[in-house]
């Protein structure tokens, strides 16, 4: 059975930073591409990054790109979104997906429905 369980959400300052986490159990996550995505209150769940199957490539959005950083530790079998400079408009809940399958090293996956399972996600609140 694959779990994916957040952590790390919380409150923060505009311009601060936090680092929220992906938990895998069932699958290995260096085998597999991942991708976080959020979704703000009356908005749809919009994608936030990806990283591929061999981990050397990774994706994101316009609106946090060179702000946050996708990366996952294979002994910890975790993924993490470190968020820095974080604005109100970052404020959602934090949802993490694994792509399972078999598809390339490189294929990047930014959709929702390119996922198999996705977590429960976290709160993450900016305030200004």
């Known amino acids: 059975q694959v779990q994916l369980v957040e952590s790390g959400g919380g409150l923060v300052q505009a311009g601060g930073s936090l680092r929220v986490s992906c938990a895998v159990s069932?699958?290995?996550?260096?085998?597999?591409?991942m991708g976080w995505f959020r979704q703000a209150p009356g908005k749809e769940r919009e994608f936030v990054a990806a990283?591929?199957?061999?981990?050397?490539?990774?994706y994101y959005a316009d609106s946090v790109k060179g702000r946050f950083t996708i990366a996952r530790d294979n002994g910890k079998n975790t993924v993490y979104l470190q968020m820095n400079s974080l604005k109100p408009e970052d404020t959602a809940v934090y949802y993490c997906a694994i792509r399972l399958g078999i598809y390339g090293l490189e294929t990047p996956f930014t959709t929702q429905n390119e996922y198999s399972y996705w977590g429960q996600g976290t709160q993450v609140t900016v305030s200004s």
């Open positions: 069932g699958r290995t996550v260096s085998s597999y591409a």
């Open positions: 990283i591929t199957r061999s981990g050397s490539s990774t």
